[in-house]
């Protein structure tokens, strides 16, 4: 598999974590020192990967189960070397937000390292 095929396959662990409420793909997805960073209901976020996890999990009955899957849009993905970024677009919660998605290759796998997301609409 190439590095575009390993981080479309991260990219749908990413979503279907959030789909499926599921802590552990959460982790599974992201660096264990990654941040997810932004702001939501105008307040500042910085999270963890426990954090993330923790907030995903949080959402019960998981959105998939509530028929309301993530929509997800793949706008663009640069890979240079042992890095990428990504830029999608996803609906999530009833918020759609634009993500700014860093990735890094540690030995031969893809992990997700920062998440900066902006608020489209509420």
Request: glycine letters at 4%; charged letters at 30%; hydrophobic letters at 40%.
């Amino acid at each position: 598999m190439n590095d575009k095929e390993q981080i479309d396959n991260l990219l749908q662990l990413y979503v279907d974590s959030m789909d499926e409420s599921d802590p552990e793909k959460v982790k599974q997805a992201f660096h264990k020192n990654a941040k997810v960073v932004g702001y939501l209901h105008g307040d500042f976020m910085e999270m963890s990967t426990e954090d993330f996890a923790d907030f995903v999990a949080a959402q019960q009955p998981p959105p998939k189960d509530k028929g309301e899957d993530v929509v997800f849009e793949l706008l663009s993905c640069e890979i240079e070397g042992t890095t990428a970024l990504a830029k999608v677009r996803d609906k999530y919660l009833g918020i759609t937000f634009l993500d700014t998605l860093s990735f890094i290759k540690v030995g031969d796998r893809w992990q997700l390292y920062t998440k900066l997301f902006y608020v489209e609409s509420e």
